[in-house]
């Protein structure tokens, strides 16, 4: 019986590991945005996560993105203010407004805002909450930004972050503060004055005015009728 030997030593089989893909957590109503795409292009792994607050979160930075219309209408509403507070929560945080190659920022015609008052409010937000602001000219822009900020921090953030609660007093002046055109000061003014906004409602538009000026006109929308 002959018996043959296999003289050729086997072969080893190398198996490279993949490096481990950055991994960035968008919240979920940013699934229609253009830069989730281009991330992942750029080889990050996305998760979409409901955030409580902010849109992104690159490692231990938290990133609220707003074109330039949604900038300016949240900055009307004053839906940003509470965002800008809620962003208090991390060390790290930043404001991304979306853009300037597809919007003019300060144009008055377009927006209906004063550009002064868009610049004051620009630098309040610079100032009085120290949040950086970092202006992109489009979605490929926001994500090459992001892509650069995901590779050079290391450090991951929790996502315990909740949405700041507002106490009674703070409730109260925000829902004025919602009508257009007013604003903290005016707001706490006629809280002090009526306590109470079922009062305010209900006070005669002359009796307002006495306290602030030509600006009462917006509560006479109360008695306007829905089309």
């Known amino acids: 019986m002959n018996t043959f030997y ?4 086997k072969k080893k089989i190398i198996i490279k590991n993949e ?26 792994e996305i998760e979409f996560k409901e955030l409580k607050v902010a849109d992104y979160i690159v490692k231990d ?9 949604d900038f300016i209408s949240s900055m009307i509403n004053r839906r940003l203010l509470k965002q800008l507070e809620e962003l208090q929560q991390y060390e790290n945080k930043m404001l991304v407004i979306e853009g300037l190659d ?18 004051g409010f620009l630098l309040s937000i610079l100032l009085k909450y120290k949040i950086p602001i970092l202006f992109t000219k489009n979605s490929e822009d926001t994500a090459k930004f992001i892509s650069i900020l995901a590779r050079k ?10 949405k700041k609660s507002l106490n009674k007093k703070e409730q109260l002046q925000f829902i004025i503060e919602s009508f257009p055109g007013i604003g903290p000061k005016t707001a706490k003014k006629l809280l002090k004055e009526f306590k109470t906004i079922k009062e305010i409602i209900n006070a005669p538009i002359e009796k ?8 009462a006109d917006i509560f006479k929308i109360l008695n306007d009728e829905y089309f």
């Open 153 to 162: 921090k290391k450090k991951e953030l929790p996502l315990n972050i909740k």
């Open 19 to 44: 490096p481990k893909k950055e991994k960035i957590i968008i919240d979920y109503r940013e699934k229609n945005c253009l830069i989730a795409s281009e991330l992942k292009k750029a080889g990050f």
């Open 208 to 215: 307002i005015k006495t306290i602030i000026g030509i600006k």
């Open 61 to 69: 930075v938290a990133l609220e993105r707003k074109t330039i219309s």
């Open 102 to 119: 597809e919007q003019e920022m300060y144009s008055e015609e377009n927006s209906g805002v004063n550009a002064n008052a868009i610049r």
């Open 6 to 9: 296999n003289i050729f030593p």
